[in-house]
């Protein structure tokens, strides 16, 4: 079992920026790889950016590419998303989540709201 704490959502301008944070705890021996997805309301949920725990490789959904960015501290078992020049559009829940094995995203976290006013 994987706990995902989120934080660093809140309100900000059109064109700020952000920076969340997830925290992973319990067993992070097996992390494969984690990532970010948002949900805003009325709209399907969007896998906005992943990261490889090993290589730190990362892929971004077209929609944030050359805004955002994913990181990783595995000393801190922690991930960040940068986001830059912030769009009304962005405005979701943003969430975490872990595949422990490399056999899909299998834990969430609870989420932090972000809002961009225009």
């Known amino acids: 079992q994987v706990t995902l704490v989120e934080s660093g959502g809140g309100l900000v301008q059109a064109g700020g920026s952000l920076r969340l944070s997830c925290v992973a705890s319990?067993?992070?021996?097996?992390?494969?790889?984690m990532a970010w997805s948002r949900q805003a309301p009325g709209k399907e949920r969007e896998l906005v950016a992943h990261?490889?725990?090993?290589?730190?490789?990362?892929s971004y959904a077209d929609s944030v590419k050359g805004r955002f960015t994913i990181s990783r501290d595995n000393a801190k078992n922690t991930i960040y998303l940068q986001m830059n020049s912030l769009k009304s559009e962005d405005t979701a829940v943003y969430y975490c989540?872990?595949?422990?094995?490399?056999?899909?995203?299998?834990?969430w976290g609870q989420g932090t709201q972000v809002t961009v006013s225009s």
């Open positions: 990261i490889s725990w090993t290589s730190g490789r990362s």
């Open positions: 989540g872990v595949d422990r094995y490399g056999g899909g995203y299998d834990a």
């Open positions: 319990g067993r992070t021996f097996s992390i494969y790889r």
